[in-house]
């Protein structure tokens, strides 16, 4: 079943023309990987669908529904990791995951829910500046997806972390999509890759499909 | 508005966190800021104390009235403890001028008193250096007008009385009656005391030298303390202002909510300085006369005013802030934009101390506007007008900020 559907989205700075005329078809329960070189547009792509950023032309539909015209909607509906990590320095983790959840819910979470798979219980009382990128990166992904999103766009969330870390995020990722969860992920990494179903190169702006076979020397030239 | 107030409670909750560090480098940066002040300000005041104008006399001061009357400048008069009138000639006083060991020096005509007596126009020349504009020369301006004045008046005074005694029939011996007056005139010259008052109309709106620095002083400490807060604002990472964007909080509300907790911050800052402020007033014995009486009320009273004035200069430390994002720039930036404003808008010295140009600029700077409502809250009026400006300028601080985030989160 057809959840999203990306049309004609294009955006521009200045002369430089980022994206061009992106279209997209997204099934639900389906992880979509977006490849590309640095600087080539995949950011700014997730960006303007979580909706920090406008798109100068095109529309993005979920369930028939615009969520570029319904902000309410889309905050519903969409969870968004972007590249950093959106914490306090400052506060625990306890503390940045209440700015998202309900106390009792975050108790819960904990306990049984998503935050417990992600493994946040270890370090729920440190300090976000004393954590380790691995734990920044779980816990950035539990702020997330306090509202039990059915979208989720990930920018590169496992870039410059541990297997360990990287097998935790995963193997959370591969949940969410068995509970009917859909993906949009942004990303360089191998592992990754191979959470995907579908594959898609952006280069120059546009978005092209790409049969990803594990051979990363012919994905390379593609870039 | 759920989301406002969850996300300014954390706010808050970050600046708990640092504050006691925050406010241990506020009191540490201000006795850095008052021990420096109290140090220049008693260095000053000790070469006040050594320093001497010094006038040279020089050309034909052998008449024994002018000689009496150099005597008495340099031996009697009140004005020997600031002025030292030294008599040379021509020729030394210029080479003295022309080296700086003179502020001036005044050249008396060949036959100056007789000329005088005979009621003839002469001129006691006072040669000055063209870039002499410092307090010596204004000092000097004022007595050449004063002495031009007496000899004036006293002249028309022993015409006056030539012209009269005759008429009358009072006196045939002119020349005693007029050494009489003369006598009368310097015993009254000599016998003054305190020949004038001084009253200090203050330098901003009347307001007394000391309330006017205890203003623009906390003015310079709070365009300073935003240094310390350079580790909440500095290195951060704009990811969660793109994800409370994506879940719906605007970039105006983050703002805002970020905005509110650092005034609140600065606020608490302001009054807990309250205490040292207080002990350094009762080890000094200074005192604000316009809190005569109720001095523990008066300060309280002035920093509640206060707060609008910290809500202008928060605001423009904050989008300071928004612009950078290491802490080295961070902090040089803060700084070096707080002393500039602090020394432009007359934190350290008056503002009327500065040319004109400056002056109108100082009008259009934000501190500018704060030490103007800050010298009316002092003096306990309501400033219904710069509180207006005070507005202005916290909007156009907040305005820039939220465009500087816009761009950042879209980098």
């Given at each position: 079943m057809i959840m999203m559907e990306i049309s004609g989205i294009s955006k521009k700075f200045k002369k430089?023309?980022?994206?061009?005329?992106?279209?997209?078809?997204?099934?639900?329960?389906?992880?979509?990987?977006?490849?590309?070189?640095?600087?080539?547009?995949?950011?700014?792509?997730?960006?303007?669908?979580?909706g920090v950023q406008k798109a100068d032309n095109g529309s993005f539909l979920w369930e028939g529904a615009d969520l570029f015209c319904n902000e309410k909607l889309r905050a519903q509906i969409l969870g968004y990791v972007p590249q950093g990590n959106p914490l306090m320095e400052e506060l625990t983790a306890w503390d940045n995951l209440r700015l998202w959840y309900e106390k009792k819910e975050l108790q819960s979470q904990l306990e049984t829910g998503v935050l417990a798979m992600l493994g946040i219980s270890d370090f729920i009382k440190v300090p976000v500046r004393k954590m380790s990128g691995g734990m920044k990166k779980r816990l950035s992904i539990g702020c997330a997806v306090a509202n039990h999103p059915r979208l989720l766009l990930l920018d590169e969330p496992s870039a410059a972390l541990d297997f360990i870390c990287k097998e935790r995020i995963g193997n959370y990722l591969k949940d969410f999509k068995e509970q009917g969860g859909t993906i949009l992920l942004a990303t360089h990494d191998v592992q990754e890759l191979a959470l995907c179903d579908v594959w898609y190169i952006l280069k120059d702006g546009v978005l092209v499909p790409y049969v990803y076979d594990g051979d990363v020397h012919h994905l390379v030239g593609k870039l | 508005m759920e989301k406002f107030g969850g996300y300014f409670?954390?706010?808050?909750?970050?600046?708990?966190?640092?504050?006691p560090f925050i406010f241990a480098m506020t009191l540490l940066l201000t006795g850095c800021l008052t021990l420096l002040a109290f140090s220049i300000q008693k260095a000053d005041a000790s070469s006040e104390k050594k320093q001497k104008v010094k006038i040279g006399l020089a050309g034909d001061t052998a008449d024994s009235y002018l000689g009496f009357g150099i005597l008495a400048l340099q031996k009697l008069d009140v004005s020997r403890f600031a002025i030292d009138f030294l008599i040379m000639d021509k020729e030394e006083a210029k080479e003295k001028l022309a080296a700086g060991e003179l502020s001036a020096y005044v050249v008396i005509p060949e036959g100056f008193v007789d000329a005088l007596d005979r009621g003839e126009d002469v001129q006691i020349t006072y040669e000055t250096a063209n870039d002499n504009a410092g307090v010596a020369s204004v000092l000097m301006n004022e007595l050449v007008s004063v002495l031009s004045d007496v000899v004036k008046e006293s002249q028309k005074a022993i015409f006056g009385t030539w012209r009269i005694l005759p008429e009358q029939d009072a006196e045939t011996d002119y020349g005693a009656a007029t050494d009489r007056l003369y006598l009368r005139f310097v015993e009254m010259f000599l016998n003054r005391t305190v020949f004038y008052r001084v009253i200090l109309l203050?330098?901003?709106?009347?307001?007394?030298?000391?309330?006017?620095?205890?203003?623009?002083?906390?003015?310079?400490?709070?365009?300073?303390?935003?240094i310390t807060c350079s580790s909440l604002f500095v290195k951060r990472d704009v990811s969660l202002a793109r994800l409370?964007?994506?879940?719906?909080?605007?970039?105006?509300?983050?703002?805002?909510?970020?905005?509110?907790?650092?005034?609140?911050?600065?606020?608490?800052?302001?009054?807990?300085?309250?205490?040292?402020?207080?002990?350094?007033?009762y080890l000094t014995g200074l005192q604000i006369s316009e809190w005569e009486g109720a001095p523990v009320r008066g300060i309280i009273l002035f920093l509640v005013k206060m707060l609008p004035a910290a809500a202008v200069l928060s605001g423009f430390q904050f989008f300071l802030y928004e612009l950078i994002s290491d802490m080295i720039s961070g902090i040089l930036l803060q700084f070096l934009a707080g002393i500039s404003l602090a020394y432009l808008s007359g934190c350290i010295f008056p503002v009327s101390f500065f040319p004109e140009s400056i002056q109108r600029l100082v009008y259009l700077l934000p501190s500018g506007a704060v030490i103007r409502y800050g010298t009316k809250c002092m003096q306990g009026s309501f400033p219904a007008a710069e509180s207006g400006i005070m507005l202005f300028y916290l909007l156009v601080f907040l305005g820039l900020a939220v465009t500087v985030r816009e761009r950042r989160i879209k980098e």
């Open positions: 430089k023309t980022v994206l061009k005329d992106i279209n997209l078809t997204v099934h639900e329960g389906s992880c979509v990987g977006i490849l590309g070189g640095n600087g080539s547009g995949k950011s700014t792509l997730l960006s303007i669908l979580a | 409670l954390a706010q808050l909750k970050r600046i708990q966190k640092v504050f203050g330098v901003s709106d009347n307001l007394s030298l000391k309330s006017y620095y205890f203003v623009g002083i906390m003015v310079l400490f709070m365009l300073l303390w935003g409370l964007k994506a879940r719906g909080q605007g970039i105006a509300g983050q703002v805002a909510a970020e905005y509110l907790a650092y005034f609140v911050l600065m606020a608490a800052n302001m009054f807990l300085m309250i205490l040292p402020v207080e002990a350094a007033f």
